[in-house]
Nanobody, 118 residues
Framework: QVQLVESGGGSVQAGGSLRLSCAAS????????MRWFRRAPGKEREFVAA????????NYADSVKGRFTISRDNAKNTVSLQMNSLKPEDTAVYYC???????????WGQGTQVTVSS
């Protein structure tokens, strides 16, 4: 079992920045890929960014490349998403996800709201 708790959401004007954090606890985390997803009102949930806990390899959705940066702090068991140059279309509930390609287990956080006004 993995527990995930997000924090750091809020409201910001277009062009601003926010930093989301996901505190992870539970099973051996090095086997997991940590991912951020988001769901905008009336839209499907979409992938935002991913990082492997062990190596730190990253992957981003095209819509956020160059603006968002995912990172992890092994000592604190925390994954962060630094979001810069925010746009109104980034408005969504952001979810932290832990996925294991070994046993296909996956866990979700409760989500944190990000609102970007124009």
């Amino acid at each position: 079992q993995v527990q995930l708790v997000e924090s750091g959401g809020g409201s910001v004007q277009a062009g601003g920045s926010l930093r989301l954090s996901c505190a992870a606890s539970g099973r051996t985390l090095t086997r997991y890929t940590m991912r951020w997803f988001r769901r905008a009102p009336g839209k499907e949930r979409e992938f935002v960014a991913a990082i492997t806990w062990s190596v730190g390899s990253t992957n981003y959705a095209d819509s956020v490349k160059g603006r968002f940066t995912i990172s992890r702090d092994n000592a604190k068991n925390t994954v962060s998403l630094q979001m810069n140059s925010l746009k109104p279309e980034d408005t969504a509930v952001y979810y932290c996800n832990a996925y294991s390609p070994i046993d296909y287990s996956r866990y979700w956080g409760q989500g944190t709201q990000v609102t970007v006004s124009s």
